[in-house]
């Protein structure tokens, strides 16, 4: 078993152990005596038929997910040409094999086996090779897989978000998680789980950056998270927290058995390359779900019906949706920018328990501004960008999470911008943040005013110009410009004549 090579899976798709079974079967149906046969000695007993020296490989079904030590069609030929090659004895291909559909599409490696201990030795591997195939398949979004995920009850789903700053990557200015513990609520008799009541969250702030670096091209919003208290820490101490986030959720590692801890988020790249750079230790067995994935393998699927691009095309089968786009596309009133840590985390955890269970209640989004380090009340800390205070804006406060009305699927994207009353701009005018667009132009609230606003009310009382100013017209000849100036030279030198006494 120690020399091995490496072999395409592609045609490895018949289980050893059915291949025995199925001729066995077939002997006994048609009342074959292979037992006074000399060939009989290879049905004698599955050690007996390994001894053939089977070449074989260890994959799992793309259907089931089941493990299985396969071996080619062209073995089993081999072997039924050894039969009549030495025995004189013909058998018949037989239809009733198990036959499998590699999920594995890399390379294996090759092992023969031609004894009972040797296919113990391989058996006992079976578990590695399942769990190996169960962290692929829940990183590429396969429905099926996640569905078997959340059906058991026994996991914990915790969804990560990081916010970092546009002008040095290494700095993070915010983080937010959002976790349920299934077992523990199935165990509790609180299944499905409410997201109000269920989601243990938590959002923390890094005291270095908090309102000193601002993000202009993706503006986040640290003081506007929406489902509890944010916390201010030191960058120091977030690695420690992260960590200990994740160590009161994960089981112990192992090769076998599958982490009850599952990591979520909405585009896995980004998240967890910082959980790398910040030295997070994660167990072997974890598994990692990206709900972006998970949306576009069920629209691939058809398991989400037809949908339609802003432009009213057909939306296209590889295609992904951000997360603003996808909570809209669930049927969530999506109001506010979600480039806030722990308002996405939620809301990742969030859009991944609606496509599992659409019949999901609706969390109710805090509308209360939170507190402010300075003791600068909340109502006056608006989304101006250019206010003198420099602060980090902290409106819009969230999401409001509300159904809306059914459609065959939202505009994706910018979501339309909504004034107040009376034409004034306002928190809304900051929708259109997530698809990357640059920061709007200061905005000013119902009844003020600019100090242009004053200039041109002043303008009206003098027929349209501005008082004090000498209007200047660029098409002035330049001989009217030299006679004005002779006036005032002859004028000068005759008031200078006059004071001088006469001789």
Known sequence: MSNFTLVDPKGWDCDLQSVYSAYMGYLQQHNVPWYDRSWGVFFESFEEFLTFSWPTITVTDTWTGRAHIVVRISSVGAFLKMLKTRFGETLPMVENVLRITPFETSQRHLRTISDYATYKKLFATLPAVVLSAQKVRVRNGEPNAIRELWASKDKTFLALDFEWSERNSASCIEWGYCAVRCGHLDTAGAWPPDPEANYRRGHYIISEYVDKVHNRIKPSFPWAYAFGESQVISKAKLPQMVQATISSLISPDSETIPNTLVLVAHGTTGDFRRLEEMKIKLPHNLLIMDTMAFERQLYASGQRGAMQEASGRARETGSSLSLNATLQSLGVDVQRILHNAGNAAFSALLAL???????????????????????????????????????????????????????????????????????????????????????????????????????????????????????????????????????????????????????
């Open 353 to 503: 328990q609606l496509m599992l269970d659409p019949d999901t209640r609706m969390p109710v989004p805090r509308t209360k501004a939170p507190p402010h380090p300075s003791g600068m009340p909340g109502m006056l800390r608006g989304v101006n960008m250019s206010m003198p205070t420099g602060r980090s804006p902290s409106v819009p406060p969230a999401i409001a999470f509300m159904p809306s009305a059914p459609v065959v699927f939202p505009p994706m994207g910018r979501v339309p911008t909504t004034s107040f009353p009376g034409g004034g701009g306002g928190p809304e005018a900051f929708q259109g943040y997530d698809a990357g667009l640059p920061p709007p132009r200061p905005l000013f609230m119902q009844g003020q005013r600019s100090v242009s606003d004053h200039r041109l009310s002043a303008a009206t009382a003098h027929g349209g110009r501005l008082p004090g100013r000498t209007r200047v017209n660029s098409m002035n000849d330049l001989s009217e410009m030299g006679e004005s100036f002779k006036s005032l030279h002859v004028r000068n030198e005759t008031s200078t004549s006059s004071r001088t006494p006469s001789r």
